[in-house]
């Protein structure tokens, strides 16, 4: 082992001390992990209290311990974090199981190697994924935005052998500008998936667009409908089990759930949320699978232009960021970054 829990405890509190914090309880490193090949270090911590004194303002003081030891990237977790954690992937795998005991063919080959992979989640710290062969024929589709969220999606599928068709709604050019194109075009390349851009319902999108440029309704949730209506009818006519999405929100049982579509069932699996993961794990996959991540930022362009125009609807998109900070998605920098995106548009 590279690092151990009293030389990162050392460093927290030189941190401090150089930035003038006063640290009247020492914070105690539980363990510390540290990954080579990734040169990334995650350091587990009691409680809260010892993360947000390893963190500090801003995450000020993780960036200067990150910096004193020479890691490219380092990670701060609490005990506790860990314990929810644990119970978010052990009600996953409990639905799993449910789902595989009636499953057959192609979605029980698929479902067997999702309940091996949250087994394996269960144990984490350390992440020690299994790996498998393609199966056969393609298992599922992923809704894929092009977002780091979707691109973790994409790339753990892969290693599963689920072989992932990637499905991306083209409304135009105010949700996929030039920038979002190229990095769907280096992720679905660097993996080898095959992709497909899909036109949306330009009625429907016309709406959207209408509505929320005249200050009458916050284009998020009606844009998402719409966008996942389009992945489910792909879905169909290629024929898979399953459907996925990138969501980090809806953990435990309701990241395994049947849709109904067209007289038809496909089983949504949000792998990431069944795996209950933090924010900073999927950038950290997002950028191991070709997709930079140099900034955090919140929305399209078209949200952009609705923050400038419309002051007010701010407040639904601030509050959007604040789920996945109360639901622990998000460190407290991370949603501190994305709320001045969102002010600053």
Same mark, same amino acid.
């Given at each position: 082992?590279?690092?151990?829990?009293?030389?990162?405890?050392?460093?927290?509190?030189?941190?401090?001390?150089?930035?003038?914090?006063?640290?009247?309880?020492?914070?105690?490193?539980?363990?510390?992990?540290?990954?080579?090949?990734?040169?990334?270090?995650?350091?587990?911590?009691?409680?809260?209290?010892?993360?947000?004194?390893?963190?500090?303002?801003?995450?000020?003081?993780?960036?200067?311990?990150?910096?004193?030891?020479?890691?490219?990237?380092?990670?701060?977790?609490?005990?506790?974090?860990?314990?929810?954690?644990?119970?978010?992937?052990?009600?996953?795998?409990?639905?799993?199981?449910?789902?595989?005991?009636?499953?057959?063919?192609?979605?029980?080959?698929?479902?067997?190697?999702?309940?091996?992979?949250?087994?394996?989640?269960?144990? =984490?710290?350390?992440?020690?994924?299994?790996?498998?062969?393609?199966?056969?024929?393609?298992?599922?589709?992923?809704?894929?935005?092009?977002?780091?969220?979707?691109?973790?999606?994409?790339?753990?599928?892969?290693?599963?052998?689920?072989?992932?068709?990637?499905?991306?709604?083209?409304?135009?050019?105010?949700?996929?500008?030039?920038?979002?194109?190229?990095?769907?075009?280096? @992720?679905?390349?660097?993996?080898?998936?095959?992709?497909? =851009?899909?036109?949306?319902?330009?009625?429907?999108?016309?709406?959207?667009?209408?509505?929320?440029?005249?200050?009458?309704?916050?284009?998020?949730?009606?844009?998402?409908?719409?966008?996942?209506?389009?992945?489910?009818?792909?879905?169909?006519?290629?024929?898979?089990?399953?459907?996925?999405?990138?969501?980090?929100?809806?953990?435990?049982?309701?990241?395994?759930?049947?849709?109904?579509?067209?007289?038809?069932?496909?089983?949504?699996?949000?792998?990431?949320?069944?795996?209950?993961?933090?924010?900073?794990?999927?950038?950290?996959?997002?950028?191991?699978?070709?997709?930079?991540?140099?900034?955090?930022?919140?929305?399209?362009?078209?949200?952009? @232009?609705?923050?400038?125009?419309?002051?007010?609807?701010?407040?639904?998109?601030?509050?959007?960021?604040?789920?996945?900070?109360?639901?622990?998605?998000?460190?407290?920098?991370?949603?501190?970054?994305?709320?001045?995106?969102?002010?600053?548009?």
């Amino acid at each position: 082992m590279r690092f151990t829990p009293g030389e990162v405890q050392k460093a927290i509190l030189k941190a401090r001390k150089e930035l003038g914090f006063k640290t009247p309880v020492r914070p105690r490193v539980r363990s510390v992990f540290y990954d080579e090949e990734g040169d990334f270090l995650l350091i587990i911590l009691a409680d809260r209290p010892d993360k947000s004194v390893a963190l500090g303002p801003g995450g000020r003081v993780l960036k200067m311990v990150k910096d004193e030891l020479g890691v490219s990237s380092m990670a701060a977790r609490s005990y506790t974090d860990i314990l929810v954690k644990r119970r978010r992937v052990g009600e996953a795998l409990f639905k799993a199981k449910r789902v595989a005991e009636r499953a057959e063919g192609l979605l029980k080959k698929a479902l067997e190697r999702v309940i091996a992979l949250l087994r394996a989640e269960l144990d =984490y710290p350390p992440r020690r994924w299994p790996s498998y062969g393609p199966l056969d024929e393609p298992a599922i589709v992923v809704g894929f935005s092009g977002g780091i969220d979707s691109t973790a999606m994409l790339s753990v599928s892969k290693r599963l052998g689920l072989e992932p068709l990637a499905a991306t709604i083209d409304a135009g050019g105010w949700m996929l500008p030039k920038e979002v194109r190229t990095w769907i075009k280096n @992720v679905v390349g660097r993996l080898g998936i095959e992709h497909a =851009y899909i036109k949306g319902d330009e009625r429907i999108f016309g709406l959207v667009f209408k509505l929320a440029r005249a200050g009458r309704r916050h284009p998020c949730r009606m844009c998402h409908e719409e966008i996942q209506r389009a992945v489910l009818r792909f879905a169909l006519e290629a024929g898979t089990p399953m459907v996925g999405f990138g969501d980090l929100l809806p953990t435990g049982r309701y990241s395994i759930y049947w849709l109904r579509v067209g007289g038809r069932r496909l089983l949504r699996l949000n792998l990431m949320a069944a795996l209950a993961l933090f924010k900073t794990d999927t950038i950290l996959m997002a950028r191991e699978a070709g997709r930079p991540v140099k900034r955090l930022f919140f929305g399209c362009q078209l949200l952009k @232009v609705v923050h400038r125009e419309h002051r007010e609807m701010m407040l639904p998109s601030i509050q959007r960021v604040l789920r996945e900070a109360r639901a622990g998605i998000l460190e407290p920098n991370q949603a501190l970054e994305l709320v001045k995106s969102i002010i600053r548009s």
